[in-house]
């Protein structure tokens, strides 16, 4: 009995281990038939289920640096990101670079930007912020702005980036481009022709497409000094030329006044927005006039 109950107890005890070495050697490969139907009953550690890592947070949109701020509106005025849902703007919204500033067709709106320089945009109007870069203690060569008309018209009063870095500053228009010494001027696109008019208040404007360019300029009563205040180009293969009677276009045009202090500064503390920047650079920085 004694001698049997050994034997037993010998045979069952390498069977333990060889069932213990055969579940946690291979645990890729040969699995037991219980194991096999049950994978639930293997540690975690051995299962050969996919083991997938949890998906990465995704990251916070970096939050746009203020370039302008909207100091009046009347009517319905929107603003469009690349890829964003449309925002509806009212006073003191912030602007930014790459915004499409759409008005309907009886909505109007100024907007101050950091420069200094204002705009005043029509109804029913299309106009894109393409690139925008000023900072108060930049070098004027690094100053910019370049804008897009796409449809309707403005009103502007600029700032100083013209003033201190006169290549920097551009306006597109569907037929030509605008570039200006420090001034205040108008555009209006044509609804019928796509042509585009421009009127001349203070300063000089150049006009310039691939047919050639002309400046306009304010007229000095007190000198008599010859100008041309008005100017149109038909299409995009017309030469610009001016005229001698106001455009019909700048009959009822927004009013528009300068950018006060208080406008520029509060650039600064508006609150940034959460939409992915689609191009061009930004800063505003805190910038005072006077």
């Given at each position: ?8 107890r010998?045979i ?11 579940l ?19 540690p ?6 996919n ?27 929107q ?24 008005t ?11 420069d ?26 690094q ?8 449809k ?61 360019s ?8 007190t000198?008599?000094?010859?100008c ?17 009677v ?8 927004p ?36």
């Amino acid at each position: 009995m004694m001698l049997s109950s050994i034997t037993s107890r010998c045979i069952f005890i390498p069977l333990i281990l060889f069932s213990s070495t055969v579940l946690y050697a291979a645990p890729n490969n040969s699995l037991t038939p219980a194991a096999a139907t049950d994978k639930t009953a293997l540690p975690p550690a051995f299962s050969d289920a996919n083991h997938t890592q949890p998906a990465p947070a995704k990251s916070a949109k970096p939050s746009l640096t203020p370039i302008g701020i909207v100091i009046w509106t009347k009517g319905t005025i929107q603003a469009l990101q690349p890829k964003e849902t449309a925002r509806t703007l009212s006073r003191r919204s912030p602007i930014y670079v790459s915004d499409v500033i759409k008005t309907d067709a009886t909505s109007t709106g100024g907007i101050a930007f950091s420069d200094g320089g204002v705009i005043s945009l029509r109804a029913d109007t299309e106009f894109k912020i393409d690139e925008y870069n000023f900072k108060k203690d930049a070098a004027p060569a690094q100053e910019k702005s370049v804008m897009s008309i796409v449809k309707g018209g403005f009103r502007t009063i600029t700032g100083s980036i013209p003033k201190q870095n006169p290549d920097g500053y551009k306006v597109n228009t569907p037929v030509a481009t605008i570039g200006v010494r420090g001034t205040q001027y108008s555009t209006v696109v044509s609804t019928k022709n796509k042509g585009s008019v421009f009127k001349i208040d203070k300063g000089v404007i150049v006009v310039k497409n691939k047919s050639g360019s002309i400046e306009i300029r304010e007229c000095d009563i007190t000198n008599g000094t010859k100008c041309e205040p008005y100017a149109e180009v038909l299409g995009p293969d017309s030469k610009p030329v001016a005229v001698e009677v106001m455009p019909a276009e700048f009959s009822n045009e927004p009013p528009i006044s300068p950018a006060t202090a208080k406008d520029i500064s509060d650039i600064g503390s508006v609150s940034g927005g959460s939409s992915t920047s689609g191009g061009g650079s930004s800063s505003s920085g805190n910038f005072c006039i006077g």
